[in-house]
DNA sequence: CGTGAAAACACTAATGC
DNA sequence: GCATTAGTGTTTTCACG
């Protein structure tokens, strides 16, 4: 797949605020609305953006406590990493969840209230999953960047 | 900041597709075109959405290859940790950046292409920054799981 | 890639429930 | 706080040059 020095500004400008008007990224970029129009289509249509999302502030909605989990299993046995996969994605509380290399076997992000909640998804949630070997809890001190962009 | 049933299931809508019109999260919700169109004004106004923006897929991208890398400062100085901060908002690579307890000190979400950038991206940017103690370095494997959505 | 025109939608406001 | 209606102005969308 090919883009050209425009098409990496828009998807920029996009991954930043995409409510702005096809209008704005056309005066921006130097291009007629229907260039810009076009190029957003052909990236959408490639599959290049996947969706458009509001994002929300975790302190708006009481969700501000913020723990990266580390989890190992027990074993690496397909069944166990497979059930493992499936019960993460049915919480709510893990935003994100990385399979990995390195000294544990999961990466875990979870938006919780406070400590107090994250104890309760801990004990009712989290080690409720069979085979988990052990969890290492970092907690969020300071978010120093957070983006959604990727840079291309 | 008081949010009924509607309201959370709104901003569940918005957080998964923004792109819709208003008529259709009004279906959804049962509720009229005006109605929805002020709740999701009242929600922006209170800073509980912030922004809106294009999710794009990393390996459209050539972005494909993820790191989580954990970081250690050889000291927690203030200086130390605001120069670290200030280094790490300056690079494109890093998508996310934590500061943490418990073994390390921050946390990254690192986007690059392949081992090959991601070698290069270790040797001339990050640990370029001064005061960095030591870095491991845990390659995704697998997304098993990756949201924006702040679950209310 | 640009122009121009029609269709769809966002937004505002007023009335009544 | 919501439904309905009506009206205006933008924006999206697309045929065509």
Same mark, same amino acid.
């Given at each position: 797949m090919k883009f050209d020095e425009i098409d990496i500004k828009l998807l920029g400008l996009l991954q930043n605020?995409? @409510?702005?008007t096809t209008k704005e990224y056309a005066l921006q970029l130097n291009l007629s609305v229907t260039a810009v129009y076009e190029r957003i289509k052909r990236l959408e249509k490639l599959g290049v953006i996947t969706n458009y999302v509001a994002l929300v502030d975790k302190k708006k909605v009481n969700k501000a406590f913020t723990v990266l989990c580390h989890v190992k299993l027990v074993q690496h046995i397909k069944e166990y990493v497979l059930q493992f996969e499936r019960e993460i994605? @049915?919480?709510?509380?893990?935003?994100e969840c990385y399979h990995t290399?390195?000294?544990?076997d999961y990466i875990l992000k979870i938006y919780v209230a406070d400590m107090e909640e994250y104890r309760e998804f801990m004990i009712t949630k989290l080690t409720a999953i069979?085979?988990?070997?052990s969890t290492q809890s970092s907690f969020v001190i300071n978010e120093v960047k957070s983006t959604t962009e990727v840079f291309v």
């Open positions: 605020d995409s @409510k702005r994605l @049915k919480l709510n509380e893990v935003a290399s390195g000294d544990y069979n085979h988990i070997g």
